[in-house]
Nanobody, 117 residues
Framework: QLVESGGGLVQPGGSLLLPCATS????????MKWYCQAPGKERELVVS????????KYADSVKGRFTISRDNAWNTVYLQMNSLQPEGTAVYYC????????????WGQGTQVTVSS
């Protein structure tokens, strides 16, 4: 189970921290990802972090503004979003994919982020 939280309404230039709490699987064996889906658009990958947390990969659109981190002791992954802009308005989803067996693929229900003045 993956449960995202922390979404809401934020003004342009503001920040939000999205935690994704997980349970029911061996968190430290999973690559964790954040996706976003804006209204009328396809879901797209924002950032990923390897199972041990040693490597991250960001979409060009969020480099320097968003930071992913994970706490393998608490089975939680975080997305720190800074300098948010209106185009960042989307539902943000947490995704877990086993680092070896990619068929083990779990999704959260998403959390809405709205960037507006």
């Amino acid at each position: 189970q993956l449960v995202e939280s922390g979404g809401g309404l934020v003004q342009p230039g503001g920040s939000l921290l999205l935690p994704c709490a997980t349970s029911g699987f061996t968190f430290s064996s999973y690559v964790m990802k954040w996706y976003c889906q804006a209204p009328g658009k396809e879901r797209e990958l924002v950032v990923s972090i390897t199972s041990a947390g040693g490597s991250t990969k960001y979409a060009d659109s969020v480099k320097g503004r968003f930071t992913i981190s994970r706490d393998n002791a608490w089975n939680t992954v975080y997305l720190q979003m800074n300098s948010l802009q209106p185009e960042g308005t989307a539902v943000y989803y947490c995704n877990a994919v086993h680092r070896v067996r990619a068929q083990y693929d779990y999704w959260g229900q998403g959390t809405q982020v709205t960037v507006s003045s």
